[in-house]
């Protein structure tokens, strides 16, 4: 190739390389265009319409896109826009993904995982490691439902699972404080007993739907209670009452050696 077509091409891919740089600037100068009109157009938009578009968001979105300007920072704080709220796990509370307020009508924490087998070991069983699994997250349900009590007395359905580590007064609580809840249900709950029967009687009085599945320290003459003196509530409970309940250190030690005895004389 001689040196004068050598130039040439050389000088013709200058030019295509300089050609392609520009259009590239300008498609980037669109998107830059297009996109600021795009979140002009978004914060001019009125409240409702923010919050039914923020509505189809998760909460880690919805977060990530409030703290891009005071205007939907205001939105994400809005009471309303926090009706629902789903958690799927006792860690998820400690997140500043989410709002409580007066708004929220349906919450529910559901907890399927392995680890849930170790939160319903009676305590006294549990070796020191799963202890220390434990006390990670034992208190994480309890913190929030007091602060539902709190600043959610407008709420309509509860729902918790898998939650092995709350206790009959947290959903006691629940229940004096949230006087239109409606709806209850409590899956796999270890540490649910008659307490929470009781407190149905005296004071879910918005009550009409409740659910107590795989809740093995509640017993029958318990269910029965609620189905005589609130018959209007629709009372379910799975394999509750027909499980094997939880028992004190002493009482395992006196029928292990009951048994011990039973095998030596048979």
């Not at 978004?42 to 979105?61: A, I, N, P, R, V």
């Not at 029967?197 to 107590?212: I, K």
């Not at 799975?238 to 005895?261: C, F, N, V, W, Y």
Request: proline share 2%.
């Amino acid at each position: 190739m001689c040196k004068a077509s050598a130039k040439l091409l050389s000088g013709g891919e200058s030019r295509i390389q300089t050609t392609r740089d520009t259009l590239l600037s300008h498609c980037c100068f669109v998107i830059i265009v297009v996109v600021s009109c795009l979140v002009m157009h978004l914060t001019e938009l009125d409240q409702d319409c923010l919050l039914h578009l923020f509505s189809y968001l998760d909460k880690d979105s919805c977060r990530s896109l409030s703290l891009t300007c005071v205007r939907l920072r205001q939105v994400f704080l809005d009471p309303q826009l926090w009706m629902l709220l789903h958690f799927r796990s006792p860690c998820e509370l400690r997140r500043d993904n989410y709002v409580l307020g007066s708004s929220l009508r349906y919450l529910a924490v559901c907890w399927h995982s392995s680890r849930v087998k170790v939160c319903n070991i009676e305590d006294w069983m549990k070796t020191t490691f799963q202890k220390d699994l434990c006390r990670k997250h034992e208190s994480l349900v309890t913190d929030f439902l007091e602060r539902v009590c709190h600043m959610c007395p407008n709420l309509l359905s509860l729902t918790l699972s898998g939650c092995g580590h709350i206790t009959d007064r947290d959903v006691i609580n629940v229940l004096q404080s949230c006087k239109k809840l409606h709806s209850l249900s409590l899956e796999n709950c270890a540490r649910m007993t008659d307490s929470v029967l009781q407190a149905v009687v005296n004071h879910g009085h918005s009550l009409t739907d409740m659910r107590v599945d795989f809740c093995r320290n509640v017993t029958q003459a318990g269910l029965q209670e609620v189905r005589d003196k609130r018959p209007e509530v629709h009372l379910s409970a799975l394999h509750s009452g027909d499980m094997i309940p939880d028992s004190k250190p002493e009482e395992k030690t006196q029928i292990r050696r009951a048994l011990q005895k039973f095998l030596m004389f048979s």
